[in-house]
């Protein structure tokens, strides 16, 4: 036996486990799985379902990956979960894969996932996403590369976080969140996720534009669609195109401020327009 896998661990015979993947005490592998190499599975794991786990994965105690999903609709299709390279999984998180025939839930490379996340079914997880401890994702969510969701925050079903975007631990999003920005509460904008986007590699110069184009779309007096449209009328650099685009395609529309600023951080409550604003 491979002196990586704990002899208590329970492995289906035609479950594929990398020579190089650690498997700990009394985790379980089923038929249809398959564990790339370096992968380390703690105790008590449940890997189950057809479900692909790339390299280098770290997978701690009491996870329950692949399980079938918790979708009345579901009705023991043949449906998947991918995982890529590298990812931390800590302790007692659950993903499940699809709901429809040949659907899959899919998780990028480099996310990390606190303990007591649950990730449901066809989610689809981008690169180096953090969510935080007790975080709820409904099925359907989409979360673009770099996004933080914060602790015990719950997304509703087919909901977008856009990329860069910051979500304040025990929100409660029903509305897609619109890149680079900070949403709190009840899909409250409070501006750009300014210290995130300071520590990635997006030029000073860039973050200035974004605030002015966020200004503009939530500031400015105009609906979303005048906005967006004199925000058009210029050369857009990648990241507010990226946000227009994305507000763009947007079906369950998107979260605006509660309150706005008028002068050197002064606020003031917004009138009743600005609560119906649309695209």
Same mark, same amino acid.
């Given at each position: 036996?491979?002196?990586?896998?704990?002899?208590?661990?329970?492995? %289906? %015979?035609?479950?594929?486990?990398?020579? /190089?993947?650690?498997? !700990?005490?009394?985790?379980?592998? *089923?038929?249809?799985?398959?564990?790339?190499?370096?992968?380390?599975?703690?105790?008590?794991?449940?890997?189950?379902?057809?479900? /692909?786990?790339?390299?280098?994965?770290?997978? %701690?105690?009491?996870?329950?990956? +692949?399980?079938?999903?918790?979708?009345?609709?579901?009705?023991?299709?043949?449906?998947?979960?991918?995982?890529?390279?590298?990812?931390?999984?800590?302790?007692?998180?659950?993903?499940?894969? =699809?709901?429809?025939?040949?659907?899959? /839930?899919?998780?990028?490379?480099?996310?990390?996932?606190?303990?007591?996340?649950?990730? +449901?079914?066809?989610?689809?997880?981008?690169?180096?996403?953090?969510?935080?401890?007790?975080?709820?994702? =409904?099925?359907?969510?989409?979360?673009?590369?770099?996004?933080?969701? +914060? !602790?015990?925050?719950?997304?509703?079903?087919?909901?977008?976080? +856009?990329?860069?975007?910051?979500?304040? #631990?025990?929100?409660?999003?029903?509305?897609?969140?619109?890149?680079?920005?900070?949403?709190?509460?009840?899909?409250?904008?409070?501006?750009?996720?300014?210290?995130?986007?300071?520590?990635? *590699?997006?030029?000073?110069?860039?973050?200035? $534009?974004?605030?002015?184009?966020?200004?503009?779309?939530?500031?400015?007096?105009?609906?979303?669609?005048? !906005?967006?449209?004199?925000?058009?009328?210029?050369?857009?650099?990648?990241?507010?195109?990226?946000?227009?685009?994305?507000?763009?395609?947007? $079906?369950? =529309?998107?979260?605006?401020?509660?309150?706005?600023?008028?002068?050197? #951080?002064?606020?003031?409550? /917004?009138?009743?327009?600005?609560?119906?604003? %649309?695209?």
């Amino acid at each position: 036996m491979n002196s990586l896998i704990h002899p208590t661990a329970v492995i %289906h %015979h035609e479950a594929e486990v990398h020579e /190089t993947a650690m498997v !700990g005490p009394y985790s379980v592998i *089923d038929e249809g799985v398959r564990v790339g190499a370096g992968c380390r599975i703690g105790p008590h794991c449940h890997l189950t379902g057809n479900m /692909t786990i790339g390299e280098e994965n770290d997978i %701690h105690a009491g996870c329950v990956l +692949g399980d079938a999903p918790q979708d009345l609709s579901y009705k023991n299709a043949q449906t998947f979960l991918v995982i890529g390279n590298r990812n931390r999984i800590r302790e007692h998180v659950t993903i499940h894969r =699809g709901t429809a025939e040949g659907s899959e /839930t899919r998780i990028g490379d480099h996310n990390f996932l606190m303990a007591h996340c649950h990730v +449901g079914h066809n989610c689809l997880l981008g690169n180096h996403v953090i969510l935080a401890n007790a975080v709820l994702l =409904g099925g359907h969510v989409e979360i673009e590369d770099f996004a933080f969701v +914060g !602790g015990g925050a719950v997304v509703h079903q087919h909901c977008r976080i +856009g990329t860069r975007s910051m979500i304040r #631990g025990l929100s409660r999003i029903s509305k897609d969140v619109a890149p680079y920005c900070m949403t709190v509460e009840n899909n409250e904008l409070v501006g750009l996720n300014s210290v995130g986007l300071k520590r990635s *590699d997006i030029s000073l110069e860039h973050r200035s $534009k974004l605030k002015a184009a966020y200004a503009t779309l939530f500031h400015g007096g105009l609906n979303l669609s005048q !906005g967006m449209k004199q925000l058009r009328e210029n050369e857009l650099i990648y990241e507010v195109n990226h946000l227009l685009d994305f507000i763009q395609k947007s $079906k369950r =529309g998107i979260g605006f401020p509660r309150k706005k600023p008028t002068d050197l #951080g002064e606020q003031i409550e /917004t009138s009743p327009l600005d609560e119906k604003r %649309h695209f």
